[in-house]
């Protein structure tokens, strides 16, 4: 009882706020951790709707209508995802999100091919899944190389080059990264893995209707998308698996052989419906949405110049998706910070390791010391953040955080 009022107190302080409320003012919070994940869509919300009471079919039943009006929607949202990222639908696989995606992909892999080549290369900065993963595969036998990103967070295809060997299997590099939104040279490290023969995967979370991508342009093999980082529902991803030349996976557990036996199980076609939905939605507003995340950057920005507040920003501002902002403020500690600030909704790095209170790996990765680390808070825009809120958040967060340095003096 004592561990769980606990971790309900720690969530409590590390967004500053309790019941998605501001304490002092009951005014909804401002959200600013779209990484962590993207509210549904209300366009999403209304075609998964019918899918839970009035088509309510198993997509797999195919001896009557309720069972094909949810196998048709199913293919529907599949080609809509596929178009996404210039796939074909048959090349996208249903997971439950993204870490399984990840985990079907570089585990699926291995199993298949692994008696042949034992050689994986990844970042150091990737998400937990995929090093916690390769760890795992390092203990059964396989040798795995981390490549260190520069003090930006970027990689180079020639990083990539040095490390492959006749026995490397996989490259797996993140396009986007969720702590500090640098966008690795993908295209150009796939070029490379086509050249020597090696299978490229790319986590594509934080990426997918965010940033343009095409798997045939950059040759990539395998990649993992989530929904609910899409203004798609929680609950529901895909694993690109390409066909031509074929990319084969040992499935990760047993059952029906749904998926072209790589993932059994009953589809949820509503989530997948939902997941269709946003796919098309990013697809038609990508590019202005993207224009109008760089004028959020540059208000929330500008405005925190503004209260004279020293911070730093982690990760290249370049390569870059501007709906991330990764700050750190010297002399404050992130979790002071936020549990200083009220009525806003943020974090200090990855939802998935949140129950860690530790510096972000990541972070230390780029050559940050664990103080600096721990100093640091990440800020997200999205589709539904507005203008007066990101001055609001800007201008609370730059005079909390510079009173806190003076206190620190």
């Not at 965010?210 to 395998?222: A, E, R």
Request: aromatic share 6%; glycine share 10%.
């Amino acid at each position: 009882m004592g561990a769980e009022m606990k971790l309900n107190e720690n969530r409590t302080s590390s967004f500053g706020l309790s019941d998605m409320e501001s304490p002092a003012s009951k005014a909804p919070a401002i959200y600013l951790d779209y990484q962590a994940t993207t509210p549904t869509d209300p366009r999403v919300v209304d075609v998964m709707l019918p899918f839970f009471s009035e088509k309510f079919g198993n997509p797999h039943s195919t001896a009557h209508v309720y069972g094909w009006q949810a196998s048709d929607a199913v293919e529907a949202a599949r080609a809509e995802i596929a178009g996404l990222i210039g796939a074909e639908p048959r090349e996208i696989v249903f997971t439950s999100g993204a870490t399984e995606s990840n985990n079907l992909a570089v585990k699926g892999l291995a199993g298949f091919y692994g008696d042949e080549k034992n050689h994986i290369i990844t970042v150091k900065s990737e998400h937990k899944c995929v090093l916690e993963t390769c760890r795992m595969l390092e203990r059964d036998g396989f040798d795995v190389s981390y490549i260190t990103p520069d003090e930006n967070g970027l990689i180079k295809a020639d990083d990539v080059a040095e490390l492959i060997q006749e026995r490397t299997l996989l490259v797996s590099v993140m396009a986007v990264n969720n702590e500090i939104g640098v966008i690795q040279p993908i295209a150009e490290i796939g070029a490379l893995c086509r050249e020597k023969g090696v299978f490229f995967h790319s986590d594509c979370a934080q990426a997918f209707g965010k940033i343009p991508l095409d798997v045939k342009v950059m040759n990539i093999d395998l990649m993992s998308i989530s929904a609910h980082k899409a203004y798609g529902p929680m609950g529901i991803g895909a694993l690109y698996v390409r066909r031509r030349p074929r990319v084969r996976l040992k499935p990760l557990f047993d059952g029906g052989g749904q998926e072209r036996g790589m993932r059994s199980g009953t589809l949820p076609a509503p989530l997948v419906v939902g997941f269709g939905e946003a796919a098309r939605i990013a697809g038609e507003v990508m590019q202005p949405e993207n224009a109008r995340f760089e004028k959020l950057q540059q208000l929330f920005l500008s405005t925190l110049d503004e209260t004279g507040v020293d911070y730093n920003i982690n990760g290249d501002m370049k390569h870059r998706f501007s709906g991330n902002l990764n700050l750190s403020f010297a002399g404050v500690n992130g979790e002071t910070l936020m549990a200083s600030l009220h009525g806003l909704a943020l974090s200090s790095g990855s939802a998935c390791t949140s129950a860690a209170v530790e510096p972000s790996y990541v972070l230390k990765s780029i050559g940050l010391s664990d103080d600096l680390a721990a100093a640091s808070v990440r800020i997200g825009f999205g589709r539904f953040s507005k203008d007066d809120e990101i001055v609001r958040a800007a201008k609370e967060i730059g005079s909390v955080a510079m009173k806190l340095q003076h206190a620190g003096e």
